[in-house]
């Protein structure tokens, strides 16, 4: 009887200590020299990078205001003085090209269709005497006097009326009738994106405010704001990428066209041009952005993320990956080279290694307490 029960107890202790061996392989890490083995779970709770070239400089961040596109708008003026009898469009809607936008009644219009009827009058009672004298003339009853005068006649009053025609095509007005109406039209297609005239408005020719603006919003500009201080760090040429309130998830690509010339006293910025393409025509005229400019001359360099560098003695030192899931300690020279994330790495690291990036220090720790 003693001897099973001396038999079970040697099992119990070889099944306990067979467990407590399993439990250890498991959260084992290989350890060798100057080199760690990392398990699965332990890699998890660290951040892996590659070691990549980095920009000097990080993207410059304004704010900016969303504007037209002035080489894509239509401006549309007065041309002609009166009183605004009706307006067939609102903001915002698509006008076609020669739709009526507006009608005025224009004592100009009136003026032009007299002056019209007039030379067309003339013009006949001209054409109709030079066809008199022709005749007379063909049977000797007119002296070629006579038909030079009614020649030279016809030909002024024909011009005359030909000009007043055209007159009255150009401003849109009707011949056969004194309506003194001016029909104001779309010259292009697109959307109404600024009205400022309603049922009533006097219009007067020296009045430099335009009636409408149409534009088909495929482009815009942004205009942003370079405070004096970083306006060294903005060139022509240089890439932009725009987001606003509206569309926060939506970064539209750009560059900068045009720096502005002039320092605006109050606010002390400079103005910078960027052109966007809008296919869906999201973005609208007034609309507030914000511009993140990235330098096209930025000088580039090795680097690390900062948090990959510890000090150990005086010397910096990184956790490179040698093998799959094996670290080691490399010392590294580090240069002047940084921006707000990366440091930069003159010795010790190459282009795409592998390494620690959050969590070096206490691998650093485990590899020095082999």
Known sequence: MKKYILISKILVILVLFSCEKEQTKAVEETKKGNTIKLSKSILSNLKISKVEEVNAEEALTVVGEITFDEDNI????????????RVNVSLGDYVKRGQVLAEITSTDINQFQVDY?????????????????????????????????AESDYFNK???YEGKKKLLKLYGAKENTNDSKFYVTAPNNGYIVERTINEGT??????????????????????????????????????????????????????????GSVLEEDSRVVKVRIDLENPNEKLKPKM????????????????VPKAAVFIEQGKNWIVKEVANNTFQKFEVITGKGKNSTHVEILEGVEVGDVIISEGALAVATSINNQ
């Open 74 to 85: 239509v401006r549309v003026f007065p041309i002609v003085s009166g009183n605004v009898d």
């Open 117 to 149: 009827k007039v030379a067309k009058s003339t013009f006949t009672v001209a054409e109709n005497n030079y066809k008199r004298v022709k005749e007379l003339h063909k049977t000797n009853f007119a002296s070629d006097k006579e038909l030079a005068e």
């Open 158 to 160: 024909k011009s005359e």
């Open 202 to 259: 006097q219009i007067r020719t020296d009045n430099n405010q335009n009636m409408f603006i149409i534009s088909d919003l495929k482009s815009v500009w942004v205009w942003a704001n370079v405070h004096e201080s970083e306006i060294s760090k903005v060139n022509v040429g240089d890439k932009v990428s725009v987001t606003t309130i509206s569309y926060p998830d939506k970064n539209y690509i750009g560059e900068i066209k045009k720096i």
């Open 288 to 303: 507030f952005a914000t511009v993140a400019i990235s330098p096209k001359s930025s000088s580039k360099f090795i680097g």
